[in-house]
């Protein structure tokens, strides 16, 4: 490639870039802002994609609360897609800890998500195995969690 065509190159990609800022976000760019006393599910990283209020995790429900998912094959983000297997970031902004697992039925390795805090990138954060101690393999439970549960957690499981 000369001199040439190299900005040129340039140039269309800055002008791709100015147009894409120049498009007014919509719906698929707002993303969901987490209430207080919530605990919200985003498919993608930083609290951003289609986002899942689950009125069984949260207190703030009232009676449909229950504290857990036993399994999100049936449980939706707001585009109706499962939460199974792609749950990418978290905020809880509820009293509860979140205990939040690979497997359903509260198995295999786990995250803790304190009350008032969130992971933002689930690639992060500590995983834990189920006797509650760090597990010393590389682990990450983005795209993978399957079963969740609130209340006051250590690492190994939650009480109500
Ligand atoms: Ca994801």
Redesign the pocket.
Known sequence: MNRRSILTGAAAAAMTVAGALAVAPGPAQAAYTCGQQQVCFY??YNAT?TASVQARLNRSSGTAFVGYIKDFRNSHYTNGETLQD???SIVNNSDDDMLLYDEGNFGGPRVLIPRHSGLRNLDSGTVYGPNGKPVTYLYTL??RATSAAVGSCTTTACTR
């Open positions: 498919k993608d994609g792609s749950i990418s983005n795209d």
